[in-house]
């Protein structure tokens, strides 16, 4: 979020500063281990997520925009919460007690309590005319230890239709982009990439958008067919039709340049 995936970010910033939400960055945040550490260590994974968990302010909501982050510190909370001698783990790993209350949401639980309608007077560029698949990712798809965490899939086509897009039904929307994997094994990747790519192409949509800044890496970095649409971040569509002009420093980082295509559309000058 704060290299390779800047333009996800930064979109994500100022798409919450545009409705007024004031998002406050965690002070001196680390690494979550993400997909790497847990395959390695149980032990080192668990308090990469826990120190992150000690130094978050107590009465305030932890918010979340990485799926994977998100999963990785609610589990290491979960782990925590019913487990006494990880709770004394914590107290004397980061020399504060353990946090039972400590809520931790990812950012589609912010957006789901917006009526969208109401920010009619916000919208400057209705995104007419936008076809487009959501994908979701495996990341949000709880495992069974958290199988009572709220689901947000339809999420993403709810906010965006009432946006003026077009929302398509497609089989592709929760595969697994392969994560880190796409690092370890990139030729293993590429056929699952490519098959996600042109699933949303046979389905007649312009662009795929996710909200995992992992899988619009991996899905542009891997495919390699032919003919591709550009995968967008959520956030950067959604800070588009608020009108923001600082598109022009997110779509360069882009592999698959997103410019013609919202040209085309009249969604970008």
Known sequence: MKTSAKENNESLKEFFKKININLVELPDWSCCGSSSAHCVDSELAHDLATRNLAIAPPDKPLLVSCPSCTLRLKQA?????HDPELQNRFHEKWGVPFNPNLKIVH?????????????SKEIKKPLNGLKFV????????????????ENYHNLLE??????????LDWGSGSRCCGTFLSVAKPDAITPIVNEIIQNGIDTGADCLITACSMCQLNLEIRC??????????FSEVLS???GTNKYKRWFP???????????????ID
């Open 77 to 81: 909370h979960l782990h925590t919460l």
């Open 107 to 119: 950012y589609f639980e912010l957006l789901k309590d917006i009526d969208f309608h109401s920010l």
């Open 134 to 149: 959501p994908y979701y990712g495996c990341m949000l798809a709880r495992p069974p230890e958290m199988r009572h965490a």
């Open 158 to 167: 709810s906010i965006l239709t009432s946006l003026g897009a077009t929302a």
């Open 224 to 233: 390699n067919l032919k003919q591709q649409i550009p995968t967008l971040h």
């Open 240 to 242: 588009l039709a608020m």
């Open 253 to 267: 980082r882009h592999l698959v340049d997103p410019t013609p295509l919202l040209t085309r559309l009249g969604l």
